[in-house]
């Protein structure tokens, strides 16, 4: 059981590259998350996804695209990097409503330069 | 939109010794729910406690428990008999018990770094 995996682990981009970070989680859960975590900063919620084929914005959407491929996986995309999006990201995911907790993924460190 | 604070940056504490972290929030919502998450330098997130609003009862996992004040919106955690391996970041988050949007999601803390002292 592996939980929440995200790849890659790390990642170094020039301004106005794009790439997609990857996120699967072999739970069965239905909601998926994408956090980005900036030094001194807890985490911020860029997008969910409630159920496969929906998703919705979160508190720091702009710059960032997701797709719900299908219930086990989440990606998050970026069009054309800016400095600004240097961060931590995080994928999580959730069983249900109610007061379940969300499982972490080991997070993404992305540079860009 | 809900905030959290914890407004201790940094705290120490002597191994063994009892240590609280503070945390409050701010919401219009009567029913929600509270967490707190600790991240080691592995960077992992892991679940230490959690919250029903609608739970007077304050919880308790072991060496960690809450003191939950809903009306003072404050949701401190306590960890007693401190061990080297609690050194890490605690945050606290806030979720709505409404789903729908960004409403799902969690809010965080900016955190408290906390350091064990041998």
């Known amino acids: 059981n592996a939980g929440v995996t995200q790849t890659p682990k790390f990642q170094v981009l020039k301004t106005g590259q794009s790439m997609t970070l990857q996120c699967a989680q072999d739970?069965?859960?239905?909601?998926m998350y994408w956090y980005r975590q900036d030094p001194g900063m807890g985490l911020r919620l860029i997008y969910y996804?409630?159920?496969?084929?929906?998703?919705d914005k979160g508190e720091v959407p702009n710059g960032y695209n997701v797709s719900r491929l299908n219930k086990r996986e989440f990606s998050l995309r970026l069009e054309s990097a800016a400095p600004s999006q240097t961060s931590v990201y995080f994928c999580?995911?959730?069983?249900?409503?109610?007061?379940?907790?969300?499982?972490f993924g080991p997070g993404t460190r992305l540079t860009v330069t | 939109a809900q905030t959290v604070t914890q407004s201790q940056p940094e705290m120490s504490v002597q191994e063994a010794e009892t240590v609280t972290l503070s945390c409050t929030y701010d919401?219009?919502?009567?029913?929600?729910?509270l967490f707190w998450y600790k991240q080691p330098p592995s960077r992992q997130m892991i679940l230490v406690i959690r919250?029903?609003?609608?739970?007077?009862q304050n919880a308790t996992e072991n060496r960690f428990s809450v003191n939950f004040q809903k009306a003072a919106k404050s949701f401190s955690l306590k960890i007693s008999d401190s061990q080297l391996g609690d050194a890490a970041m605690y945050f606290c988050?806030?979720?709505?018990?409404?789903?729908?949007?960004?409403?799902?999601?969690?809010?965080f803390g900016k955190g408290t770094h906390l350091i064990i002292q041998p």
């Open positions: 739970m069965n859960h239905n909601s």
């Open positions: 999580a995911s959730r069983y249900g409503t109610g007061g379940y907790e969300q499982y």
């Open positions: 988050a806030y979720r709505s018990a409404n789903s729908g949007g960004g409403a799902d999601g969690l809010t």
């Open positions: 919250q029903e609003a609608y739970k007077q």
């Open positions: 919401t219009s919502e009567s029913d929600y729910y």
């Open positions: 996804s409630a159920s496969e084929g929906t998703t």
